[in-house]
């Protein structure tokens, strides 16, 4: 089993009993209250039910306005992309930049005589 299962598998243990007691939190608000050592009376189930729901939902309220938070500071500082125009002529000056030069014959290069060549007789 390698590093990233093991983690993977402690992960999903962890979740499962979070999940269970949860539940059970919500589900059985006053044996869970007597278990903690609170003083039972008829209001402690309503009590410890409403925080088994305020909790987790403030604490995934303030987790959605972090990531709102970092994706503002994100586009905050980061500059602006180059307008399209100006990548394509910066490419385009690439291409002539690159594209090779005709090649000029040197001058102590033998010249190809016009006269016809002869064909040979197939026999």
Known sequence: M????????????VCALV???YAVLVIFPAEVSK???MT??????????L??????????????????????WTMATTPPPKPIEEI?????????????????????APVASSAPEKKKKER
């Not at 925080?51 to 503002?72: E, K, N, R, S």
């Not at 394509?88 to 102590?108: D, F, N, R």
Request: no cysteine; charged share 20%; glycine share 10%.
């Open 2 to 13: 390698s590093k990233d299962q093991a983690i993977g598998g402690a992960i999903l243990v």
């Open 51 to 72: 925080w088994a729901v305020l909790v987790p939902v403030f604490i995934a309220f303030v987790a959605i306005l972090m990531i709102g938070a970092w994706i503002g």
């Open 19 to 21: 999940a269970i007691g």
């Open 88 to 108: 394509t002529s910066e490419m385009e000056e690439k291409k002539e930049e690159i594209k090779p030069e005709e090649p000029v014959a040197p001058a102590s």
């Open 35 to 37: 278990i903690l050592g």
């Open 40 to 49: 039972v009376d008829a209001n402690t189930g309503t009590t410890v039910r």
